[in-house]
């Protein structure tokens, strides 16, 4: 028999656009499946020229997925490049944005992106397996998870101005003070965001308990694990040192993410323009780690408030204290992390500080480049500008989260196509759509990845070892 490929397009219910090729041997089984990211627009040589100040406006152009993530970690480069630290109160009311931006992606994403896969079945009609048929499942939840979102919503409107693209932090501060009616209305949605979050943590756990089985074989490989860290290692995403943890869990680095290129290099394959970042001592792929919910739950000892730390604590046992492996548990330290931004919500809002009017450093002190670095939803956001006397941009680079993930989407899904696909004629949708999921659990963000504007559909195609494409399947 003829080898054959698979190749999936679209992939469904992640942000961006790429391509699953299964390529089969000659006996009809998977050979190797491979995650191709195949857009670039180039928005780094884009930046070049433009004024330092302007670019936490421009940059959450990348993606109107992640553009507080963008604009934050933009005001934070510009922080180090102009020599403007931030007086405490901004850097409390970006931390407040920030906190608004996870519960609003992480929510979304386990409500609406991955959770038709958990609460219906991998194997569910796909014509349903969507919001639409959670909303018949369960309307209650389903309701509930969308004001959860907006909760997240609220605080970036608020802050910012706008619900998508937010005009707030600035090289040296942020441009608005939080009011005390403000506060009050954030304060209002807490009980109700947390009460969901802890049902989702159950409905998880559950479900986690009743498919050992898929949790078991689905993507479960050693990496190292990388992300930022408050003193004691404990789990941080606004600002502090990048600590970078073995397959065992022990720390072979913690450093002040200026120094990011001392540490870490980027692979290049000439199939995906998204390139594999990697620990340089290491090398490729010796080097490579995880990041994002599991990368950081598994790089962390504690979580600064007592019912995600309560949490994280269960989720260290999920492993007997080893790092957890499993490809579907980004869901877990997804849900985990939530209710640490809920709970910060309402530490950052207690605070003395929060409804200061210091909030812009105008003193600067230039350099001639400057590094911020911020815990994304996805995972770790690098920044890097380098800038002439003139205050304009020369040179950017951008790490971003999805690009340190990509050896182990890539990873995954070979792993979920050898385990799930018995052989290129017994293909059924449900096969597929865990090969999607593979890719999903990471909650990619290909816009951000590829540095190109917008949101488009992945391809799944079935390819013979000749390379000569036998199926093609794509689903509206
Ligand atoms: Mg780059
Ligand atoms: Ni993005």
Redesign the pocket.
């Known amino acids: 028999m003829v080898a054959q490929k698979i190749t999936i397009e679209p992939v469904t219910r992640i942000?961006g656009h790429a391509k699953v090729t299964v390529r089969m041997n000659a006996a009809g089984k998977v050979d190797h499946a491979y995650l191709h990211v195949n857009e670039f627009r180039g928005f780094e040589k884009f930046c070049e020229g433009r004024m330092v100040f302007e670019m936490p406006l421009i940059t959450p152009r990348?993606?109107g997925?992640?553009p507080v993530?963008h604009h934050l970690a933009s005001a934070k480069a510009g922080d180090d490049v102009l020599g403007a630290p931030p007086p405490r109160p901004a850097n409390l009311l970006r931390e407040l944005m920030h906190m608004g931006q996870i519960v609003q992606s992480h929510g979304m994403h386990f409500f609406e992106l991955a959770g038709p896969d958990l609460l219906l079945g991998f194997d569910s009609d796909p014509a349903l397996r969507n919001v639409v048929g959670l909303l018949q499942a369960n309307p209650d939840l389903t309701v509930k998870a969308v004001q959860l979102r907006k909760w997240g919503q609220e605080i970036i409107h608020i802050l910012g101005g706008r619900r998508v693209h937010p005009n707030f932090a600035i090289p040296g501060g942020v441009n608005k003070a939080l009011t005390k009616a403000e506060r009050e209305t954030i304060l209002a949605g807490y009980d109700d965001a947390l009460a969901t979050t802890m049902a989702a943590i159950k409905i998880m756990q559950g479900w986690a308990e009743a498919n050992m089985e898929d949790i078991n074989k689905f993507g479960v490989f050693p990496t190292g694990y990388f992300g930022l860290v408050k003193p004691g290692n404990t789990l941080e995403l606004y600002d502090g040192e990048i600590r970078l943890t073995s397959s065992t869990g022990k720390e072979l680095e913690k450093f002040d993410p200026r120094n990011y290129l001392d540490y870490i290099a980027e692979h290049v394959e000439n199939w995906s323009y998204l390139k594999f970042p990697y620990y340089k001592k290491l090398g490729y792929p010796g080097g490579v780690y995880r990041v994002g919910p599991l990368g950081r739950l598994n790089n962390s000892d504690r979580m600064a408030t007592p019912l995600a730390d309560a949490e994280l604590k269960k989720f260290k046992q999920l492993n007997g204290g080893k790092p957890v492996e499993n490809t579907l548990h980004y869901h877990t330290a997804r849900l985990i992390e939530t209710v640490y931004a809920i709970e910060n919500v309402k530490v950052l809002l207690e605070d003395p500080d929060i409804l200061s009017n210091d909030i812009l450093n105008t003193c600067r002190d230039p350099k001639p480049y400057g590094v911020g670095v911020i815990e994304a939803p996805r995972g770790t956001l690098i920044h890097h500008y380098w800038m002439n006397e003139n205050q304009q941009i020369e040179k950017v680079n951008l790490i971003?989260s999805t690009g340190h993930n990509n050896w182990a989407m890539s990873e995954a899904v070979d792993s979920v196509a050898k385990t799930y696909i018995p052989d290129a004629n017994h293909v059924t949708e449900g096969m597929l759509n865990r090969v999607e999921a593979a890719i999903r659990a990471h909650d990619p963000?290909l816009?951000?990845s590829t540095h190109a504007v917008g949101q488009m559909p992945i391809v799944l195609e079935i390819r013979d070892s000749a390379d000569q494409l036998v199926n093609t399947i794509t689903r509206d």
């Open positions: 942000e990348i993606c997925i992640c993530s971003v963000c816009s951000c």
